[in-house]
DNA sequence: CGACGTGTTGATCTCTCTCAATTAGAGTGG
DNA sequence: CCACTCTAATTGAGAGAGATCAACACGTCG
């Protein structure tokens, strides 16, 4: 893909972001030093890796997880467009997890040194930074409480409540279209909820049977969101909308 | 307690934080508006509170917490002297959660509008504050993937460890004393990993009777880092340190 | 002295895991 | 076009880690 001009993001037009000024347009541009693409179920970040830059998901889905040594790997969340990749790894020696491609992505590549110069240059854009990363815990907030306390069935209906509102801020619903992009294969949702594939597929199962989803073709169709939201613990817990760095 | 100057503040000492240029101690002392105390299990922030200003964690022990509607709790993580406590609720609107002293605490109350200030005024603290919350991430990250993947006798045996080197980094250990503070009950081991009251007393006496560790007196001796640090999975995590806004 | 919080232990129960086997679709190569 | 392979989803059966229920010990405190 040629590399964009950050004056004409299509991202940042979206609804879901907020205006940045020409100024700091142009600083972001100084600072991008490329545009890439990784294919689907490739490493963006290798778990351990140091020395990564920082990117912006531009489209696509990701996630970032870490494993133990014997294999067993959590996924920590789930990255969309306009997710920040790689504050963590700069900002602390220890601790690294890896970031994974879930769909085929696109990334904009930003010098590593960025941080330190944003909030030299542009506070508000760094503010913007402090924001994205405070959002991003908050969400892996809500993961720990859902595989700590709820249920396998409590814990699916979480997911599946919040990715759909994620995505369907993102991914404008065409028509009377009443799904979302979902490409999360079962292994997925195990993984990011601590439960195991066949103890997923068989809830997943019940919960469609129930009448509450469906799955098909990559698409998520909540068929009765009040069950969802019910079962899932969740009352108007609206999302915030994040300040990409694009 | 009387205020004290920020100047002469001595948590900033410690050997774990870096220095502070008298300008940004000037800042700092500018905009920190008191300095109270609460008592231990009396909350700091209620779940859902709006309007809470920002805190830095003077002394004692704390923690942050999410429930459901049902009353099941979750804690997310362990606050000790010199974190910063308020970030996530003053950047986004949705998924609060709260924040109770575990033992008593003291804490330096800032302005809650700082932040923007701090991004204006004093780039270097508001890396640090971006720094903190980076690494607070990363802290939920680990237990995250303790909660979703490791077994209960792991869960407990990681918490110990992190705890551990947490606590004697900044309660210097004196004379050949082998044990720091500890004041967590089993009931807080218990939210803050996701298990039941009953199951952690029984693997807290297990790996004790095994003679990896001994909680006597709110102090935690590690009988045995090795077997601790084989049964946590934890090789060669070192912590990094925080710079606290203090 | 009784009430309460914390820790301890035994006895069940059950949710979730592990093991195993099957189906369906997509891709690959001869 | 058809075996062959691989991945993802599915379902059944049995096993087990951890939850729940219940009782009791101990120290502190009003």
Chains 1, 2 share one sequence.
Not at 15 to 35: C, G, N
Not at 185 to 211: F, M, W
Request: with cysteine.
């Amino acid at each position: 893909m040629e590399i964009l001009d950050c004056a004409a993001c299509p991202l940042r037009s979206l609804p879901a972001f907020t205006e940045h000024s020409s100024e700091e347009v142009e600083l972001i541009k100084s600072i991008k030093l490329d545009q890439i693409d990784v294919k689907a179920d490739r490493p963006i970040i290798h778990e351990g890796q140091v020395d990564a830059p920082l990117y912006t998901l531009f489209s696509g889905w990701a996630f970032r997880f870490k494993t133990l040594s014997d294999g067993r790997r959590q996924i920590l969340n789930f990255l969309l467009p306009g997710d920040f990749i790689g504050v963590q790894q700069r900002m602390s020696a220890s601790s690294i997890h890896g970031v994974q491609a879930l769909t085929a992505v696109n990334l904009c590549v930003f010098r590593r040194d960025i941080l330190w110069e944003l909030h030299r240059r542009a506070p508000r854009l760094a503010f913007d930074v402090t924001w994205l990363t405070a959002h991003e815990e908050s969400t892996v907030d809500d993961t720990l409480l859902s595989v700590g306390r709820r249920s396998a069935e409590e814990r699916i209906a979480t997911l599946l409540v919040l990715l759909y509102k994620r995505a369907a801020i993102l991914f404008r619903v065409v028509g009377r279209e009443r799904s979302v992009p979902f490409p999360l294969t079962q292994q997925h949702i195990a993984d990011g909820l601590g439960l195991s594939l066949v103890h997923t597929n068989k809830t997943l199962r019940k919960l469609e049977k129930r009448g509450m989803h469906r799955i098909v073709d990559g698409r998520l169709e909540l068929r009765d969101p009040a069950a969802m939201l019910n079962c899932a613990d969740l009352l108007g817990e609206g999302p915030a909308l994040p300040r990409p760095l694009i």
